[in-house]
């Protein structure tokens, strides 16, 4: 049987969904913060912070 591991990608993309939350954000353009990738979350934490 095969059982998934998590990633560091996966590991990375938990840490900015979690600082995303801390900050009040739930929703990105109306999605769900674990439905967008890496990406899009790292871009959005970056835009806050300015």
Do not use: S
């Amino acid at each position: 049987m095969f059982v998934p591991t998590e990633t560091k990608m996966d590991n990375k993309k938990m840490t900015v969904i979690e600082d995303l939350v801390e900050q009040g954000v739930f929703k990105i353009e109306g999605k769900q913060l674990y439905e967008l990738t890496l990406y899009e979350l790292i871009k959005e934490h970056l835009e806050i912070e300015e």
